[in-house]
């Protein structure tokens, strides 16, 4: 499994996650599976199938978190520079319409467009890194080119 990158907040909301799965999800699942036992022959006991199956489901989930979380690498704000758009950054842009927005570059698993946090490996994101403020991204998006231009750095 590759690296991942994320912040001390990402990493926190994923040890919450995989406590919520082991200590609420799991137990529950198990109690789901002692009563669909209850009910007598497995055999023909959709119920129980179903439980088994949802407990695979969860323990895959479980063992993917948790190797996401081995090879996590925290990335600390203090190492970020605002000389140019990178990772953790927050970047206000105006479009050729004269509208200005701000994108908060994160790491994939941090990513929510509602908080205007875009994950670092969207078309737009990439083209933002690197940039400079002043410069101007232009950016292959479905709809043709995007042309942002970059007005402001920050954390």
Known sequence: MAVTYMTADGLKKLKEEIQQLETVERPRIIAAIAEAREKGDLSENAEYDAA????????????????????????????????????????????????????????????????????????IAKGLMGKKVGEIAEIQVPAGVLKLEVLEISL
Request: glycine letters at 6%.
């Open 52 to 123: 088994k199956e949802a407990q695979g489901a969860l323990e895959t989930k479980i063992a993917v978190l948790k190797a996401r979380l081995a090879e996590a690498r925290v990335l600390d704000a203090s190492d970020i520079r605002t000389d140019e758009v990178q990772i953790l950054t927050k970047v206000r842009v105006r479009m050729a319409n004269g509208m200005e927005k701000t994108f908060h570059l994160v790491t994939e698993g941090e990513a929510n467009l509602a908080e205007g946090k875009i994950s670092v490996t969207t078309p």
